[in-house]
């Protein structure tokens, strides 16, 4: 056999190879190629269509309850009801009904009403009145505060797929099927799926008569697949390991791609749930993991979005793992969990009444009409009451701090002291004793006077008062200005320090907490600098 032989059955080798696999392959597979495309979309279409039918079945369920909570599913009826509401409202707080005039806001129309003749209606009442500035407190805490009662504050947090259970502290009053909203959650400022803050359905309780435990279902793609990815590479498979397709299909189709590994992969494992207590979150895998103590984990798809980051595992078993959330933003213990009712308060107005110790209040109550939707038909309307007894919950002792503080009180300067007498000249005493020290000067206070800010200083031995400014010199410093940012006392981390004056000495910072005395003064460390004195 001659080279040109030889060289013939190669090209003609190389000509069918590239035909067998460029052309005819291909071809081949190009029905099941289209027909897995056309199955991928159509599942996504499907996941997308059962994401959507989650959604609407929470949405028809908390428009059942804004309708069966409210004041009436008839606009007409509903501004009746509200008015009668409102006016018991300001009798059980202890308020003249006489002071009080209520006029009824013109209905507004939130959306568009349906084919069912069904959309929000915002209806509403403007009043003004005064009395007492307690009892008006108490007013607003009936109507704003009161009709969510009771809430129970949240433990912890147990989601499994799209059930989330939740443990309080103390037994709760909810019902299966009753809506809840639960408000606090991290990140506050954020609604689901960002946190779990947000409006959900009660599918589960407790069977003890005092129970600390209910299920809510979460409006959420069930389809999601939330992972757990370990940041540390995956061991390869052997490169000797032994390949099952012989030489020639590996010569026309090419290599397995399932038995390719590569060194840069990443052990993954799937979430089965979560239980999070406070700043500790504890996660479910479906399959034993293989993960070590200390490795760092990136969680992945979980709900809230607000979960998925990077953390260390902190402690470990065969099929979870415990993580601490180090974001302080995210770790908070006030949660709560409360019933929902249409109606707030709006556009408050607290003015002084002259000569009298009364406040003028001014303010507008709303609520919403949805109307009769299907499932609101179900069951009958819920009847509104004033609950005065509210007033003695723990949660009114919250606002009592609007009525121990004059806000109403105009801000009256402290007189500069009146001369000393001259004094006719006294023989020197025998001893001359020593100079007061800096203990004997306390700062009494640290407020402002038409915007400028003033400095009080007491001298314990003459019993005076003294006015500083910024840029004064005190405490062999120069006084720099007056920080109102809420710190820990340096000698009693325990309590807080509502604010304090910070001097310049040299080139360094000292503050002197107002309460405390000139010997109290300290230094300040650099992250406990205000922003406009740390950039300097």
Known sequence: MNLKTVLTYGIGLVAAWVLVTKIIVPWVYLPRDTAKSKVNTYESRVGKLEELKALTEHDEHYLAAISRNAFSMDESEAISRMG??????????????????????????????????????????SVSGQGPLPKVVDLMFLLEQASSLPRSTI?????????????????????????????????VSREFPSSYNGVFRVINTDTNPAATSLTLTLPMDKQNVPMAIGMEAAKSKNADQQNNRNWLSRLIFGDDPKNKTANDSFIKHRVKGFKRTGNQLTVYTKAEHSFNDGDKVQLQGL??????????ITKISPNKFALAIEDKEDVRDSATVGGIEPQRVENITLLPVGGT????????????????????????????????????????????????????LPYQKKPDPPPAPPTSPKPAPPSIPPPPGPETYKIVSLSEWQGQPEIMVLDSNQNKTVNYKPGDDLAGGKIVMIDYRKMPFPKKPALLSQSRVILAIGEEYWAIERGNTLADRHKLATEQLPANLAKR
């Open 155 to 187: 433990k912890s947090y147990l989601q499994q797929g799209s059930r989330l259970t939740l443990e309080t502290e103390k037994p709760h009053p909810f019902k299966k099927g009753q809506m809840v909203q639960i408000r606090g959650g991290s990140p």
């Open 357 to 408: 110790a009364d406040v003028r209040i001014d303010f507008q109550f709303l609520s919403l009409v949805v109307g009769a939707t299907k499932l609101a038909r179900q069951e009958q309307l819920k009847t509104r009451e004033v609950r005065d007894e509210t007033l003695q919950s723990e949660e009114r002792s919250l606002f009592a701090a609007i009525t121990k503080r004059a806000f109403f």
């Open 303 to 312: 709900i809230p979005s607000a979960l998925n980051k990077t953390s260390k």
């Open 84 to 125: 009668v509401y409102l006016t018991e409202a300001i009798k059980a707080s202890g308020l003249s009904e006489d002071r009080f005039t209520r006029r009824p806001l013109k209905a507004t129309q939130l959306t568009n009403r349906g084919p069912q003749g069904l959309g929000a209606l915002q209806i509403g009442y």
